[in-house]
C-alpha cells in the first residue's frame, strides 16, 4: 500500500493540517448561493479518458462527475481546463524504473515520488479530454507533466515546487479573484491545484460532488483536511446558481 506520509500528498500543510483536522468542520457552508461573476473562473481538472472507467488508471465513478461539471460550467465565462500531458517513458512511470511496480515511492532531486501506470501519454487517445465533457467557452487549457524529468499535479506549479505553469498571472491579468475546482481526483491534482490557488490569493471552492478521489490509505480524508488548512472551502453543485 502507499505511504502517504511519505509521498507527502499536499506539500507543507501536514503539520498544520494535524493540529486542525478534528476540529474542522466536515463542511464549510456558504451563507448563501453563489453566483459565478465575471471574477470568478471554473477550473475542470484531468477529466480524461486514462482517468475514467477502463482507463489505465481508472478513477472510480470518474464518469459521474461529467454530467455535473457540463451543468455548472453554463454559468460560468471563463473556464480553465487542464490536461495530463506526459512523455513516453516518463519519469513519473513505473515501467521506467526497474524493478519498480506502480504505486511504489522512489526518492528524486524533489523528493518523494509516487510511481504510476502508464497514463496520459502524449497524442494517445488516453491522454485526450472526455468527449462528452461539453464547455464550448473554455478558453485555456493548462497542460501538466510534459517535462520528462519532473512530475505535476498542481494546474499552478510542477512537482519540484520551482516551475510555475503561468496560470496564477494568467488570472490576475483577467481580474480573476474567485476559483471553483473540479474533476479528478480530489485527494491528488484537484487537491494540490486548490492549495497552490489559495496560495496565490484566490478565493477557493471545491464543489465535491463535481470531484471524485482515489482514497488510498486515507489520502482523501487528509486532502480535505489540508485543503480546510489552507482556507478552501468545500460547497456542492446545488450551492451554485448557474
Not at 465575471?38 to 480524461?48: E, F, G, H, P
Not at 526518492?107 to 504510476?116: E, I, N
Request: aromatic residues 8%; proline residues 3%.
Amino acid at each position: 500500500m502507499i505511504d502517504l506520509q511519505r509521498r507527502g500528498v499536499i506539500f507543507g500543510l501536514a503539520g498544520l493540517a494535524a493540529g486542525q483536522a478534528l476540529f474542522a468542520p466536515a463542511r464549510l457552508f456558504a451563507a448563501d448561493k453563489i453566483k459565478p461573476s465575471a471574477s470568478s473562473a471554473l477550473i475542470v481538472v484531468d477529466v480524461q479518458n486514462c482517468f475514467l472507467p477502463g482507463g489505465s488508471l481508472a478513477v472510480k465513478e470518474g464518469d459521474q462527475v461529467i454530467p455535473v461539471i457540463n451543468r455548472i460550467a453554463k454559468g460560468f465565462d471563463n473556464v480553465v481546463m487542464t490536461q495530463d500531458w506526459h512523455t513516453p517513458n516518463h519519469m513519473s512511470f513505473a515501467s521506467s524504473h526497474a524493478n519498480q511496480k506502480p504505486f511504489d515511492v522512489i526518492k528524486v532531486a524533489y523528493g518523494d515520488q509516487v510511481l504510476w501506470p502508464d497514463h496520459c501519454v502524449q497524442d494517445t487517445e488516453g491522454a485526450q479530454i472526455a468527449k462528452d465533457i461539453k464547455i464550448p467557452q473554455a478558453n485555456l487549457i493548462i497542460r501538466k507533466g510534459f517535462r520528462k524529468d519532473v512530475d505535476s499535479y498542481s494546474a499552478f506549479m510542477e512537482a519540484d515546487r520551482k516551475t510555475n505553469s503561468g496560470l496564477a498571472s494568467y488570472f490576475k491579468e483577467r481580474g480573476i479573484d474567485t476559483v471553483f475546482l473540479t474533476g479528478l481526483a480530489t485527494d491528488f491534482c484537484v487537491a494540490w491545484t486548490a492549495v497552490d490557488a489559495r496560495h496565490a490569493g484566490l478565493t477557493t471552492y471545491v464543489v465535491e460532488d463535481a470531484c471524485r478521489g482515489i482514497d488510498v490509505n486515507g489520502s482523501l480524508a487528509k486532502a480535505w483536511a489540508d485543503m480546510t488548512a489552507a482556507g478552501v472551502q468545500k460547497i456542492q453543485s446545488t450551492d451554485l446558481v448557474v
